[in-house]
């Protein structure tokens, strides 16, 4: 079957089945119902065929960062029962390309891309994505200013607005900084009160995102072993 053992000895549907186990008992412990929780399988770099053996596994939700990539394999796999999700840095003009096959938007960040999203077609899911170094150049709104940015979020015409997005940075306790993800969450509930989902949680850190209340995981290696090199 798979070669894409980064995990070697050990098959796609085994590394699938060993995350969801691991999910399942985090999200237990906290008192959490696995259902409440989806699990993105982030396939960047790998190839479409990667892809539908994980749909073939049951695999509804899969995630990409980057915009060409991610339109060859949506075209690609059409047929296929899917979400795409968006994950990666987003450049404004290459917004209304991704909107196009992209059914949820992770990495929005600045109200440029807001603008270049509005459009009276077709509503797509967003996240605003959160920066929690202290380096702009890192994807996301600085803490100080989400909430302008959630304002700007919610008069944008075909976006919804599911809640927050973020990385754990290095150097960090990944609980502590998903603790403070949450906490922003709740800051914006006033003006925000369905915008509740937290995307957090990767290969290394999804347990302690579920602890957090993390309601999009979004798991790459763990799953699909290790990335090819991109091209
Ligand atoms: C690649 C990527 C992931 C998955 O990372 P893993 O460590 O392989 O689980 C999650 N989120 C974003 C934004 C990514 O780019």
């Known amino acids: 079957m798979s070669e894409v053992g980064g995990a070697q000895h ?62 060859a394999k949506a075209a690609e796999l059409a047929d296929l029962p899917l979400r795409w999700h968006f994950v990666g840095q987003l450049q404004s003009k290459k917004a209304k390309q991704v909107r196009a096959y992209a059914d949820v938007i992770h990495s929005i960040d600045r109200p440029a891309l807001l603008g270049a999203l509005a459009s009276p077609e077709r509503v797509v899911d967003c996240f605003l994505q959160v920066n929690l170094t202290d380096n702009p150049e890192r994807g996301g709104v600085a803490p100080a200013a989400l909430a302008e940015l959630v304002d700007q979020a919610l008069d944008t015409p075909g976006l919804r607005l599911l809640g927050l997005m973020a990385v754990a940075p290095l150097g960090e306790e990944p609980q502590r ?13 006033g003006a925000a009160p369905q915008a509740t989902a937290l995307s957090m949680g990767m290969s290394q850190d999804f347990a302690a995102a579920i602890a957090e209340g993390a309601t999009h995981l979004r798991i790459g290696t763990a799953i699909t072993g290790i990335r090819p090199q991109p091209e």
């Open 10 to 71: 050990s098959t796609l549907a085994e590394r699938l089945a060993s995350v969801q186990a691991g999910i399942a008992d985090a999200a237990r412990s906290h008192g959490r119902a696995p259902s409440e929780i989806t699990t993105i399988v982030v396939t960047k770099f790998h190839p479409a065929s990667l892809v539908r053996e994980l749909a073939e596994l049951g695999v509804r939700d899969v995630g990409e960062n980057r915009h060409q990539e991610a339109q």
């Open 177 to 189: 900084a998903f603790a403070r993800v949450r906490e922003l969450s709740e800051s914006i509930r």
